[in-house]
């Protein structure tokens, strides 16, 4: 089987806009990416340490200690329940989980996955390295009578912050039951609301005490600032789970046993989560301050980690004002047709960068 052609890498088109921010007298402060910058907790790294001299290999499915964390983390800080203690799967971080779950899942070529008209670039990445067809669509009657395999859902979402309500999560689920279609949720940003408070696909409100055909894709690279450490995991219906597993033991797709014991920790400190979120706080009110007073107008932004902000002009138009001044953004384009007049700012930088940022928004 061929995958289709993939799309050019979306970041590499921002080396000349990264250029021209780099010449700024104050340097560059880089809003493009959602890479974390703080700290990363010393309990965590306490915990990566402490198992650094086990030489045998890891298991693919992780010790029980950390899907039991995990199945408490989801319980304690979400309100998921119901979760089986096998339904838990570790991934080398989100992306790659994201990247190769419908290939995992045995879709291909004739299988239709549907992604949001505003997405995530790996979903459709990972839909093309299966051989499927991509469709957009956030509303259901846009699809018309065609069944899809496989249905994404990115509550709160990247770019857009925006947050989908219970009722809406309920409504895709009964939909896509009746017609036996898969749903992934990716819930990277759960723990991130503002203005609003994300619900996982996995809460009962949501499946109604069935978990059948869901699967919630989790990371710790935003809430635990451990995106250099490559720790997820993929929980919901214990039958998907138990295919991925054995495939991923084929695969030799194993998450390093002292990352295991990381995630374990940060998956037990509640306390850390709540420092990391009131950083990411104060940095959003100050850049969403920033943006607004100085012509811009944000758009969704309820949760997560980004301000999806506009001028009302082209998006690359945006991109290189703002690179005028020192700041580099993602244009909106990167995750979709429809985001052509929008940015994506991301609130992951220094408390010293974005007080810059909105300085130089400012002047």
């Given at each position: 089987m061929t995958a289709a052609k993939l799309p050019?890498?979306?970041?590499?088109?921002?080396?000349?806009?990264?250029?021209?921010?780099?010449?700024?007298?104050?340097?560059?402060?880089?809003?493009?990416?959602?890479?974390?910058?703080?700290?990363?907790?010393?309990?965590?790294?306490?915990?990566?340490?402490?198992?650094?001299?086990?030489?045998?290999?890891?298991?693919?499915?992780?010790?029980?200690?950390?899907?039991a964390a995990a199945i408490e983390a989801l319980g304690r800080r979400h309100g998921v329940e119901g979760i089986e203690a096998d339904a838990v799967l570790p991934t080398i971080g989100s992306k790659e989980a994201v990247a190769w779950l419908p290939r995992l899942l045995g879709f291909g070529p004739g299988d239709l996955v549907v992604i949001p008209e505003l997405a995530y670039p790996t979903y459709e990445v990972g839909a093309l390295l299966a051989g499927a067809e991509v469709a957009r669509a956030d509303g259901l009657t846009q699809l018309g009578p065609r069944r899809p395999a496989m249905l994404w859902l990115n509550s709160p979402s990247n770019p857009t912050g925006r947050v989908l309500g219970v009722d809406h999560l309920r409504k895709v689920v009964e939909w896509a039951r009746e017609r036996d279609v898969v749903v992934v949720s990716d819930e990277c940003y759960l723990s991130l609301g503002w203005e609003a408070e994300p619900v996982s696909v996995l809460h009962p409100s949501v499946h109604g005490g069935r978990l059948d055909g869901l699967l919630a894709v989790h990371s710790l690279s935003k809430s635990a600032n451990l995106a250099s450490y490559r720790a997820g995991f993929?929980?919901?219906?214990?039958?998907?789970?138990?295919?991925?597993?054995?495939?991923?033991?084929?695969?030799?797709?194993?998450?390093?046993?002292?990352?295991?014991?990381?995630?374990?920790?940060?998956?037990?400190?509640?306390?850390?989560?709540?420092?990391?979120?009131?950083?990411?706080?104060?940095?959003?009110?100050?850049?969403?301050?920033?943006?607004?007073?100085?012509?811009?107008?944000?758009?969704?932004?309820?949760?997560?980690?980004?301000?999806?902000?506009?001028?009302?002009?082209?998006?690359?138009?945006?991109?290189?004002?703002?690179?005028d001044r020192g700041i580099l953004v993602a244009p909106g384009t990167f995750y979709g047709p429809t985001g052509g007049k929008h940015v994506r700012v991301a609130l992951t930088a220094t408390d010293e960068r974005i007080d810059a940022a909105a300085e130089r928004l400012a002047s």
């Open positions: 050019d890498f979306p970041w590499d088109s921002l080396a000349g806009f990264k250029a021209r921010a780099q010449e700024h007298p104050g340097g560059i402060v880089d809003l493009s990416v959602g890479t974390p910058v703080d700290p990363v907790p010393s309990g965590i790294r306490d915990a990566l340490a402490s198992v650094s001299d086990i030489p045998g290999y890891p298991a693919t499915h992780g010790t029980p200690a950390l899907r993929v929980t919901g219906d214990p039958k998907l789970v138990k295919n991925l597993l054995e495939i991923r033991k084929h695969a030799g797709m194993i998450v390093p046993r002292p990352v295991q014991e990381a995630m374990v920790a940060a998956l037990t400190d509640d306390e850390a989560l709540a420092a990391q979120r009131e950083r990411y706080l104060r940095r959003r009110i100050v850049l969403r301050k920033a943006l607004q007073d100085n012509g811009f107008e944000i758009s969704h932004s309820e949760a997560g980690l980004y301000l999806w902000s506009t001028r009302g002009e082209d998006s690359l138009t945006t991109v290189g004002w703002l690179a």
